[in-house]
């Protein structure tokens, strides 16, 4: 079984701290190219710039294998320039407005750091007091010796934290899906060709997967991804019934979700293969989000696909929390389908 230790944990924070905002993945994508080249038989930039990987298998006649997970993560893109420091700026993804107001940002490819501003408590009305403020009424100041650049993005200034069995961080959606798809290819089977995909423009609508997929016209893709736990007692402190998947669970296998139908052979696969080798494992509870599979099935004469992600809490916020048991048994559970994994699974 393969292990988290301090090399996997320096190569999560160096992801996690980078900045990677949709479209400007250049960071994550440098680190990925360190990482990734002395493994590799092949590797490819594409022309949207996701990060293509060949490892080639001994047998001639092997299954081709996709494992992807995106590099990007949302964030901010400074729009206009109102003098003094200060700056107006746009979302990037699906970040929650109410998140945002106070918080440490950090600015271009130099990280100036900064802060996102707002009219204070004290000067507002009751009226306004009552609704999230909008984000055409916040700035990202700089101070007046701080500059910034129109079209340049932006992220939450958060760095990565290991508390026990906890990582704290931005941007783990998805860095962690970066980092279980590095270690595989370091510890690459040789009985699949192994495709893998870490790929950009996921948070904006899945566009570089669905290039990605064509590219390598796979046999199956597994999509490695983060997914928001919900988790949490209800309001009166009760068992929460409604929870998508759980911290301290495993890895969260998708049986659907709002974009896909993942294929119920490789579904009943990872499960088996996770009880014969007792790793802990979830079920991810239908409804809700998406994952790049939704791209990747619908390529070419489609693809059968199944999503598999690590548990987090407070998804596209400046903090989230993951347990480092739920990374380290996804990253086994991946390993071991993958070492076992053949063409009479999609028979069954």
Not at 24 to 46: F, T
Not at 224 to 230: I, N, Q
Not at 289 to 318: E, F, L, M
Request: charged content about 25%; hydrophobic content about 40%.
């Amino acid at each position: 079984m393969l292990t988290i230790n301090k090399p996997q944990l320096d190569l999560l924070e160096k992801l996690c701290n980078a900045m990677s905002v949709s479209g400007d993945e250049g960071e994550v994508r440098r680190i990925v190219l360190e990482e990734v080249k002395p493994y590799a038989d092949e590797v490819k930039i594409d022309a949207l710039g996701s990060v293509l990987v060949t490892k080639k298998s001994t047998n001639k006649k092997a299954m081709r294998v996709l494992l992807d997970a995106h590099m990007d993560e949302v964030g901010f893109m400074i729009v206009a320039d109102d003098g003094d420091g200060f700056y107006q700026f746009q979302t990037v993804g699906g970040i929650d407005e109410r998140h945002l107001v106070g918080k440490q940002v950090i600015v271009g490819k130099d990280h100036t750091l900064g802060v996102i501003g707002a009219k204070p408590i004290h000067l507002t009305t009751y009226s306004e007091r009552q609704h999230s403020i909008d984000v055409d009424a916040m700035r990202v100041d700089l101070g007046p010796e701080g500059k910034a650049k129109v079209g340049e993005r932006a992220t939450f200034a958060t760095k990565f934290k290991r508390v026990g069995n906890s990582i704290m961080s931005k941007s783990i959606d998805n860095r962690i899906g970066v980092a279980i798809l590095i270690e595989l290819l370091k510890n690459a089977p040789k009985n699949i060709e192994l495709c893998l995909s870490f790929n950009v423009q996921e948070e904006i609508g899945l566009r570089g997967a669905k290039v990605a997929g064509y590219y390598f016209n796979p046999d199956i893709a597994i999509v490695v991804d983060s997914t928001p736990a919900r988790d949490l007692p209800d309001y009166e402190g009760k068992e929460n019934y409604t929870y998508n998947s759980k911290l301290g669970l495993g890895p969260a296998i998708y049986m659907a979700n709002s974009s896909t139908i993942d294929d119920p052979r490789l579904v009943k696969f990872l499960q088996d293969v996770a009880i014969k080798n007792k790793i802990q494992y979830q079920m991810r509870q239908p409804g809700g989000g998406g994952t790049n599979a939704g791209a990747i099935q619908k390529i070419r004469t489609g693809v059968p696909v199944v999503s598999v992600s690590v548990p987090h809490r407070y998804t596209h916020s400046p903090i989230s929390i993951s347990r480092v048991d739920d990374w380290k048994n996804t990253l086994n559970l991946l390993h071991v389908a993958l070492k076992n994994i053949n063409r009479d699974v999609l028979k069954k």
